[in-house]
């Protein structure tokens, strides 16, 4: 998959519950430029990792997701493993950081959901 599929606060349970294998959720701000930046590193990542979902949300829309999921800075990166919430992702927005930092993750435990 290489378009990262928009989410709002009405779906995103839905959709992302009902996802196979990894899924990657980028909260943004349209006027944020390290979130513009990560869209595009996620889409490139994407690209070489067919199995792995992208999803995004743009916290100026749904406030509720933002206030659900604690935010307080952005962008912000979630990790679904089989629908399930697995953990928030602190990477480097660089190609190699975000593989060992999603590589370490899913040898992990789950953390609990925001």
């Known amino acids: 998959?290489?378009?990262?599929?928009?989410?709002?606060?009405?779906?995103?349970?839905?959709?992302?519950?009902?996802?196979?294998?990894?899924?990657?959720?980028?909260?943004?701000?349209?006027?944020?430029?390290?979130?513009?930046?990560?869209?595009?590193?996620?889409?490139?990542?994407?690209?070489?990792?067919?199995?792995?979902?992208?999803?995004?949300?743009?916290v100026q829309r749904d406030m509720a997701l933002a206030h659900e999921f604690g935010l307080f800075h952005l962008p912000a990166l979630f990790l679904y493993l089989n629908g399930q919430f697995h953990c928030e992702l602190q990477s480097e927005a660089r190609m190699e950081d975000l593989n060992a930092v999603l590589d370490a993750a899913m040898d992990a435990s789950p953390q609990e959901a925001p």
Do not use: E
Not at 6 to 24: E, S, Y
């Open 1 to 58: 998959m290489n378009a990262i599929a928009t989410l709002d606060q009405f779906d995103f349970h839905h959709r992302v519950g009902a996802t196979h294998g990894p899924a990657l959720v980028l909260f943004h701000s349209p006027g944020c430029a390290s979130c513009r930046h990560w869209k595009r590193l996620l889409t490139d990542y994407a690209v070489l990792h067919d199995n792995v979902t992208l999803y995004q949300v743009d």
